[in-house]
């Protein structure tokens, strides 16, 4: 079974509008992180917002909050205010605490953001 | 800032030669790892070291091997590339396992086997 799942492969959104990304988890494990990467053209992947699995407060970074839902193991990404630099494939990672500093990483969503 | 450098972006090999992509970590990270990376599929790990000399194979280490003399050099050899083997590769280091610490990736290398 997938680990991690974005049932999204492709999105466009206008800008300055908000857009959630999905990502459904799978995991047994009762300590486990979860963490969004952004990846634009250029190839490198930049770290944007992290969730534990113990934390009770959403995590928001900037324009960036994770709309975590553990019951239903679901970490969405909400990105407000989309700007053209936006532009980008989105991963969802997690980190299983029982794996050690392993990540496994779903197959991307890609958002292009229209002017 | 952390640095994780690829000796090279982009590489174009013919099938049956012996390939290496190096990685080196400015940031003296006890963890380095290797992923592939191909469309629809995300990153997957092929293999990971938590110390020198040190490796454990990721989820598809088939046809890969690594080596870490150094702690700051983790280096992924293809022993005979294959078509099969065309794809981006990252690299990524971290510190030792702590809950909020992200990996560190490098700007990856688009590999072309021929």
């Known amino acids: 079974a997938q680990k991690i799942t974005q049932t999204q492969p492709g999105m466009f959104v206008q800008e300055k509008e908000a857009v959630t990304l999905d990502c459904t988890y799978d995991t047994s494990d009762q300590s486990y992180g979860l963490f969004w990467y952004k990846q634009p053209s250029s190839g490198e992947m930049i770290f944007l917002i992290y969730q534990g699995s113990y934390d009770e407060q959403n995590a928001t970074e900037g324009r960036y909050s994770l709309n975590f839902q553990k019951a239903r193991k679901s970490a969405n990404l909400v990105i407000s205010a989309s700007q053209l630099g936006d532009s980008a494939m989105y991963f969802c990672a997690m980190r299983e605490e029982a794996a050690g500093n392993k990540l496994t990483f779903g197959g991307g969503t890609r958002v292009l953001v229209k002017p | 800032d952390v640095k994780v450098t690829q000796s090279s972006r982009y590489l174009v090999k013919r099938t049956g030669e012996k390939v290496f992509l190096e990685c080196v970590q400015d940031m003296d990270h006890e963890n380095m790892f290797w992923y592939r990376q191909d469309p629809g599929l995300g990153l997957r790990l092929i293999y990971f070291s938590y110390d020198v000399k040190m490796k454990e194979k990721g989820d598809i280490p088939e046809g890969y091997s690594v080596s870490r003399e150094k702690k700051e050099r983790f280096s992924l050899i293809l022993e005979s590339a294959s078509t099969n083997q065309t794809s981006m590769y990252l690299c990524?280091?971290?510190?030792?396992?702590?809950?909020?610490?992200?990996?560190?990736f490098g700007p990856g290398t688009r590999l072309l086997v021929l």
């Open positions: 990524a280091s971290s510190p030792a396992p702590s809950k909020g610490e992200t990996q560190y």
